[in-house]
Antibody, heavy 113, light 112 residues
Framework: EVQLQQSGPEVGRPGSSVKISCKASGYTFTDYVMNWVKQSPGQGLEWIGWIDPEYGSTDYAEKFKKKATLTADTSSSTAYIQLSSLTSEDTATYFC??????WGQGVMVTVSS | DVVMTQTPPSLSVAIGQSVSISCKSSQSLVYSDGKTYLHWLLQSSGRSPKRLIYQVSNLDSGVPDRFSGTGSQKDFTLKISRVEAKDLGVYYCAQTTHFPYTFGAGTKLELK
């Protein structure tokens, strides 16, 4: 059974960075790209980008190119997203997703001083 | 970016009623392999999205056949027959044909 287990909620100060993890199980981690999706409070879904864990290659939506950095650790089957230079606009829930079928439970990131 | 226009933004429905949700894209969603990567997701309150239908009309495992998807090119529809209480939530269409992937704004299905 495919499972995507994400890390816990984060609180970050404005201007700081946070790093969220997504541990995958139930399939071969390097066989599929991992997507990341943002959902601002009460809003819809925005695709951030994907990472190919086998090669480390990435692709980002334009608006997230300077905000998000995607990485993956094949030894632990874990994907990561780091969000930098946090502002209130980054307060949201962040999901990892394998294709559009399997989703992590989401991580709430709150930016607050 | 491909804009996904979803209507209506909300639907008030009685149990047992049938409803339809429209999703129109600003570009054709037919990929170079001939397939159309338009999907429908349901997000129930406080939960992760769940995919119901992939590639326009294919039901995911465990999804009841009360759900159906139709359409082509730029115009797609999700139909729910005989709505049940567990169907309530926000429905999203999503395209994964073009980068960046994009989603509709959502249709909130509520009880009348």
């Amino acid at each position: 059974e495919v499972q995507l287990q994400q890390s816990g909620p984060e609180v970050g100060r404005p201007g700081s960075s946070v790093k969220i993890s997504c541990k995958a199980s139930g399939y071969t981690f390097t066989d599929y790209v991992m997507n990341w999706v943002k959902q601002s409070p009460g809003q819809g879904l925005e695709w951030i980008g994907w990472i190919d864990p086998e090669y480390g290659s990435t692709d980002y939506a334009e608006k997230f190119k300077k905000k998000a950095t995607l990485t993956a650790d094949t030894s632990s089957s874990t994907a990561y997203i780091q969000l930098s230079s946090l502002t209130s606009e980054d307060t949201a829930t962040y999901f990892c997703a394998l294709t559009t079928l399997y989703w992590g439970q989401g991580v709430m990131v709150t930016v607050s001083s | 970016d491909v804009v996904m226009t979803q209507t209506p933004p909300s639907l008030s429905v009685a149990i047992g009623q049938s409803v339809s949700i429209s999703c129109k894209s600003s570009q054709s969603l037919v990929y170079s392999d001939g397939k159309t990567y338009l999907h429908w997701l349901l997000q129930s309150s406080g939960r992760s999205p769940k995919r119901l239908i992939y590639q326009v009309s294919n039901l995911d495992s465990g999804v009841p056949d009360r759900f159906s998807g139709t359409g082509s090119q730029k115009d797609f529809t999700l139909k729910i027959s005989r709505v049940e209480a567990k169907d309530l939530g926000v429905y999203y269409c999503a395209q994964t044909t073009h980068f960046p992937y994009t989603f509709g704004a959502g249709t909130k299905l509520e009880l009348k």
